[in-house]
């Protein structure tokens, strides 16, 4: 049977931001496949640059709509670092508080996800209007559903009283009743198994290679999870069990974030109920010393690293971000191949991918070498280069 | 006046008028039902119309790289098969406007026609998703036919004729051999989800994997046409079950006729509409062994019982 060359993206209903896979098929199965990023490159790490602490917050919280507290936590850990600023407890409990409610709230939009990229779409339907609780939750907190804004230079912006407290756990119980529904439904249906089980194979030999983390990793039975190996926040003093499973496949995918679903859960009550008392903020000067720092935090989708060079001005120097799903992204070529064209989508979805995370790499061609300006015609001959070396010809249009 | 009356049948009741609203009809059902199965408010009862309306007024492109007009006849073959196949099927009485020894075969084949339309409409339409959407089709079809033959066989044999307007009289007599023919009712079911590429086997035209499928490069009329042939096949599937399985209109004729129609064919939408929530989409090659190694058996099942209670029965 003849090669057939498929465009999956930059637009295509399977997915939800703008990136793209070259998938080469012998009939259904897949015996090639490339990804191309860069669609979504936003030049956040410049504007960082050209904005004072206070107001990177706003900016970097919005480098992902649902890791937007992993970032913004990221950073200012960095920030509170090189200030040498003393963070009181009770704003760093709070801080876990949400990364943990951000956790739940990322996992749930998951697996609704999956649901749909299987073609499941009454899972769908009822992973994201329980996922309204949560997000109820944070808005009940922080006033906010998405970008929460909670995190400020040396602490917290509100502090949690009593009343929300009580709001936020009876939510909980609530949802942990219904993830117990879709873990027996997960693991129970027949086409849920049929559709995630071998599906996606990524061994841990090559999980380790090729960098994978977060759940991706895990389920590969790789026990790596920052909130362990290296607890920041008030992680250390919670008790709870890292999700491994071993099945390498999309299933294992599957139950990993379930199952971590049910520890959050148990994080957040324990939380609530010991929350230290004192000050929710502390004073940090505008202008920090000369220094650099790197932090990493362990976001939904995997582990989040931000590098912070400052030079004594109220401005960074310099700021990078690797978000979890460039990790993540190298072991998708390899999960593709040999695989059926109709779990392309699900295993893409399973690592959870935020390129609008991601796209913040500039690409250039060395060869090349000077700078270059193109005109539109060029740029169109460029393109129709580009698309018919992958194989569709849009020279006639 | 003579030629008037099969006429009307033909395009207004039960035919090509009828047929294209109840099928609209049914499609709204199903989207309702679907909708409040998953915690959805659905659409409005208009939904189906209004699409179809504004589908009318888009404009029709045809790929440069598409074989003109074929691309533009196909929806009409597949809309003209599945109307053809409603003339020997009894609908609101006991028997066909046109019914032959064999019509049953004859039916089975212009239902397959509106397949073999959509696989040649993806095949012409040569772009990279509609190519693999036309394959699909095509392997499902060798997956879900024979299982769908099969299983109308059964209570063929049991009344001994090939004619669906008198298995249904058949039926209708002996209405306590309707519950014998369960498995092969439950396995026709299952095919004919396969046959109107419905949950879980929409996988021709997965959205999330190869976007439209067959049809991704069909706009505007053409691709209403089509859509609409979906509909009537709907329609007319749960038809066909209705008068093999279930006794037709059950002797009944005139309004209680078309009541008893409209029941049936409600419920069996019902059954579909459930049949769609519940599952995931599965692959295309887990489909082929599914309906093979349990689907074609089931109706065997169904066959062989089927024989042997005529030989009981005398």
Redesign the interface.
């Known amino acids: 049977m003849s090669k ?4 999956l993206g930059p637009q ?3 997915l939800k931001e703008p990136e793209n896979f070259m998938l080469v ?1 012998e ?2 199965q897949i015996s090639g496949a490339t990804v191309n990023l860069g669609y979504n490159h936003r030049g956040m790490e410049k504007a960082a640059e050209n904005r004072t602490y206070i107001q990177n917050l706003y900016l970097i919280e919005r480098v992902c709509g649902i890791c937007s507290h992993s970032h913004t936590t990221t950073y200012i850990t960095n920030v509170e670092e090189l200030a040498k600023a003393e963070t009181p407890r009770r704003a760093l409990a709070i801080r876990t508080l949400f990364a943990e409610l951000e956790r739940v709230h990322s996992h749930l939009l998951w697996l609704g996800v999956a ?9 769908f ?2 992973t994201w ?1 329980d996922r309204e609780q949560v997000l109820d939750c944070l808005e009940l907190l922080s006033g906010n559903r998405v970008h929460y804004s909670i995190n400020t230079l040396g602490g917290v912006r509100r502090d949690v009283s009593a009343e929300q407290k009580a709001g936020v756990i009876k939510r909980i119980d609530y949802l942990i009743e219904r993830t117990n529904y879709y873990i027996k439904l997960a693991t129970e ?1 027949p ?2 198994y ?2 995630t089980s071998k599906v996606g194979m990524l061994p841990p030999d090559v999980a380790i290679e090729r960098g994978a983390v977060g759940p991706t990793a895990r389920a590969s039975g790789i026990a790596r999870d920052v909130r362990k190996d290296e607890p920041y926040l008030i992680y250390n003093e919670l008790d709870f069990k890292l999700i491994t499973h071993n099945t390498n496949d999309v299933f294992g995918r599957l139950v990993v974030r379930a199952l971590e679903l049910v520890e959050s859960y148990k994080m957040i009550k324990e939380v609530l109920n010991n929350l230290p008392e004192g000050p929710i903020a502390v004073k940090v000067p505008m202008r920090i010393a000369p220094g650099e720092c790197v932090n990493h935090y362990e976001a939904p989708r995997g582990e989040d690293i931000h590098y912070l060079k400052s030079n004594g001005t109220d401005k960074p120097e310099r700021l990078k971000v690797r978000a979890p799903t460039l990790a993540n992204l190298q072991s998708v070529a390899y999960m593709m191949e040999g695989g ?6 699900l295993v893409i979805a399973a690592i959870d991918p935020c390129m609008s995370c991601t796209d913040r790499a500039v690409v250039w061609d060395p060869k090349k070498g000077k700078k270059q300006v193109y005109g539109w015609e060029e740029l169109r001959k460029l393109s129709i280069e580009q698309y018919k070396r992958r194989g ?1 010809d849009f020279s ?1 249009l | 006046m003579e030629s008037i009356i099969p006429l009307a049948y033909l395009l207004i009741f039960p035919g090509f008028l009828f047929l294209a609203v109840y099928g609209m009809f049914l499609q709204w059902v199903d989207r309702k039902l679907c909708a409040v199965m998953q915690n959805r408010m659905g659409p409005p009862w208009f939904q189906p119309f209004a699409d179809f309306i504004k589908l009318l007024a888009k404009e029709v492109i045809v790929p440069d790289e598409a074989d003109n007009r074929m691309f533009r006849l196909l929806p009409y073959f597949a809309m003209a098969a599945v109307m053809t196949a409603l003339v020997s099927i009894p609908v609101t009485g006991p028997s066909a406007l046109y019914s032959f020894q064999g019509d049953l075969v004859a039916v089975i084949y212009l239902l397959t026609i509106p397949t073999v339309t959509f696989f040649l409409a993806g095949w012409s339409s040569s772009s990279p998703y509609s190519t693999v959407g036309a394959m699909r089709v095509l392997t499902q079809l060798f997956a879900y036919e024979v299982p769908l033959m099969l299983s109308l066989i059964g209570p063929a044999i049991l009344a001994g004729t090939w004619n669906i307007s008198e298995i249904a009289a058949f039926f209708s007599a002996h209405p306590a051999l309707i519950p014998a023919q369960l498995l092969g009712f439950v396995a026709s079911l299952i095919a004919l989800q396969g046959k109107l590429e419905r949950m879980p086997f929409d996988i021709p035209h997965a959205k999330n994997e190869i976007v439209g499928g067959q049809f991704t490069e069909y706009t505007g009329r053409l691709l209403n046409f089509f859509l609409l042939a979906v509909d009537m096949e709907l329609v007319v599937g749960a038809a066909l079950v209705n008068a093999v399985f279930l006794g037709g209109s059950l002797g009944f004729a005139g309004w209680a006729g078309v009541g008893v129609f409209l029941g049936k064919t409600l419920f069996i939408t019902f059954l579909l509409a459930l049949l769609k929530v519940l599952m995931a989409r599965i692959r295309i090659e887990q489909m082929i062994n599914f309906c093979w190694k349990y689907l074609a058996p089931v109706a065997l099942a169904q066959v062989a019982f089927d024989i042997f209670l005529k030989f009981k029965l005398g």
């Open positions: 057939i060359t498929i465009p295509h209903p399977a098929l009939g259904e649901g749909y990229e299987m073609g499941f779409e009454t899972l339907m009822y209007r249906e086409t849920v049929a559709r059926w064209l109709a779990d392309v989508p569709v006639r």
